[in-house]
């Protein structure tokens, strides 16, 4: 059994729920105590322990807040995402899209070697744990034009706005 550590942030798209394990950094929930609730019970039956503010999550707060203020580009904090073999590639593909650059679903395929079916690239990027950090909201629909979002449409919008992304 692992420890599970657990934190909110306070973020201008409103408050950010973190967990993080000795390996690092696994979920990042937009919005809902009670969301991040239902997934900490799901998970909590698997760790040892629940705490606050582990050292790796103070790290993290500090990293969203440069990130917020524009002055953080790429995070360096370690990650344990989980999720299938299939999640973790296109995680792994999306985490490369650099800071305010932008790909659409079917070119984040390609750059794995899928060359069609990019809807479930899309429900990977849906099942992302970590939002901003593992960037997906700089995976877009075809045409480069806005599409789905966990956090929801607005956060995605001021996410690229943020890093100064124009679309058409």
């Known amino acids: 059994m692992e420890n599970l550590y657990v934190s909110s ?29 239902q997934w900490l019970k ?16 103070k790290k993290m707060k500090a990293q ?3 990130y917020f203020k524009g002055r953080l580009v790429q995070f360096d904090v370690p990650l344990d995402p989980r999720g299938t073999p299939y999640q973790q590639k296109i995680w792994t593909a999306i985490a490369q899209i650099a800071y305010g650059q932008v790909k659409s679903y079917a070119e984040l395929g390609r750059s794995i070697g899928q060359t069609q ?12 744990p970590l939002p901003i ?8 629909a075809e045409g480069h ?24």
């Open 9 to 37: 942030f306070a973020s201008p798209l409103g408050k950010l729920y973190l967990a993080a394990t000795p390996k690092g950094v696994c979920r990042i929930e937009f919005g809902s105590r009670a969301h991040f609730k």
């Open 133 to 140: 950090v593992v960037p997906c909201h700089r995976v877009l």
């Open 117 to 128: 079916g990019f809807q479930a690239v899309g429900q990977a990027c849906g099942a992302n």
């Open 145 to 168: 034009r806005m599409g789905g979002y966990g956090g929801g449409i607005d956060k995605k919008s001021k996410l690229l706005q943020l890093e100064k992304v124009v679309l058409l």
């Open 42 to 57: 799901k998970h909590v039956d698997a760790v040892d322990a629940i705490e606050r503010d582990y050292v790796l999550l």
């Open 64 to 66: 969203l807040r440069r």
